[in-house]
Each structure stands twice: as structure tokens, then as C-alpha cells.
């Protein structure tokens, strides 16, 4: 896949307790931005929902994968299960807040873009 049709999200903070604003875009094309709490699983649905809507050869499953990780870098969830073959990670959401004198806050936007 050449690198212009190439799906990236860019994950930014945008408040407390996981809420992000989350950028897909196809090439230099925006295609969805959504804020979101990455702890809630509708939330995260809807978006890879539009996602998939935008775009319908989009992943959903590696998506919500990667909307998890992005909660797991934030603190927010912590992997139970390793991804085998074509069987997706499993992930379990903390019942905690981020700690911010701990540091576990989202990465800038400068440090992610994801292909997926």
C-alpha cells in the first residue's frame, strides 16, 4: 500500500480519566476526530465504527486494538492475553485513573502515528 493511502490516528489528551481526541486520517485527509474516553468501550466502538464507515477495508479488530493501546500507554489498561496468529490481544481496562505525578499520561501527538 503506497504511503498517500496509508490509515494513520494520531491519539492527543484532551482531559482526564483517558479522554483523548483521536485523528484518523488517509493520507494527508482527515476522515475522522473524535474525543473520546478510551475506557469506554461504546466510545471506542462509534469511532471504529466511523472508521469502517469512512473507509470499509479498515482493520477493525487491529483499531480497537490500537485504541486499547493507546489506554494501556496512558495507564489506563493492561494486557492480559499476548496476540496469537490471527487471535487478537486481550485487554483489561484499570479501575484507576492515571496517575499524573506518575507520569502515565497519553503520548504527544508528535510520538504516535499509527498505520494500521
Avoid at 489528551?13 to 493520507?27: I, M, Y
Amino acid at each position: 500500500m503506497e504511503a498517500s493511502s496509508s490509515l494513520t490516528i494520531d491519539c492527543a489528551p484532551a482531559g482526564h480519566n483517558g479522554t483523548a481526541t483521536l485523528t484518523a486520517r488517509l493520507g494527508n485527509e482527515v476522515i475522522a476526530i473524535e474525543s473520546l474516553n478510551l475506557t469506554k468501550p461504546k466510545q471506542r466502538t462509534a469511532f471504529v465504527a466511523a472508521l469502517c464507515r469512512a473507509r470499509p477495508d479498515t482493520d477493525a479488530t487491529a483499531v480497537e486494538a490500537r485504541l486499547l493501546q493507546f489506554a494501556a500507554d496512558a495507564g489506563l489498561a493492561e494486557q492480559v492475553e499476548a496476540q496469537r496468529g490471527n487471535k487478537a490481544a486481550r485487554w483489561k481496562l484499570t479501575a484507576d485513573a492515571p496517575d499524573p505525578s506518575a507520569a502515565a499520561v497519553l503520548p504527544p501527538v508528535e510520538k504516535v502515528c499509527v498505520c494500521v
